[in-house]
């Protein structure tokens, strides 16, 4: 497989291009190919919220646990970019919560705090991302057995 072929997979996921990413596939594209910072179709589709091309590329046996970009696994990206219907079907297939997904969603609220306390962000939205940062913490206590 060329490496044209795998940039084109990745390109197409990350623009939501799903007759691209199924052309790329059938063309024999490597669903795990990674892009120069580590980032395969999975990470830049679940980081920019594209639901089908996340199920098409789990379909065809995407690694749910890529480490892209930044150190981040795709539920990491579809988490930090508050992508929650992604991070459940990434969890529905495997998907681990981990140290560093948790860290993320924290450091994250603490951001969206101080906006909150200066009018820049709704208290609401602080709460939604509490409740999801809970959500996740219980996912990761289930998976680990506790």
């Known amino acids: ?33 990674r892009g120069e ?5 999975l990470n830049l589709a679940a980081e920019n919220g594209h639901a ?7 379909g ?11 150190d981040k ?3 990491m990206n579809a988490a930090f970019a508050g992508h929650v219907n992604i991070v459940r079907v990434l969890l529905a297939n495997g998907a ?4 560093g997904l948790i860290s993320s969603v924290a450091m994250k ?11 820049m962000v709704r208290a609401e939205a602080v709460e939604a991302w509490r409740q999801f940062l809970d959500a996740m913490i219980a996912e990761q ?3 680990q057995g506790r």
Not at 6 to 29: C, F, I, W
Not at 37 to 41: E, H, I, K, S
């Open 52 to 58: 089908d091309i996340v199920a098409a590329l789990l």
């Open 73 to 75: 696994t795709p539920i």
């Open 109 to 119: 609220i603490s951001i969206l705090e101080e906006n909150a306390e200066i009018g």
């Open 141 to 143: 206590r289930k998976q």
């Open 1 to 33: 497989m060329s490496n044209a072929l795998a940039d084109t997979l990745r390109n197409a996921a990350a623009a939501g291009d799903a007759d691209g990413v199924l052309a790329a596939m059938n063309a024999g594209a490597d669903v795990n190919a």
């Open 60 to 70: 065809a046996g995407a690694d749910v646990e890529n480490l892209g970009g930044a």
């Open 96 to 99: 681990r919560v981990s140290n």
């Open 37 to 41: 910072y580590g980032d395969a179709a």
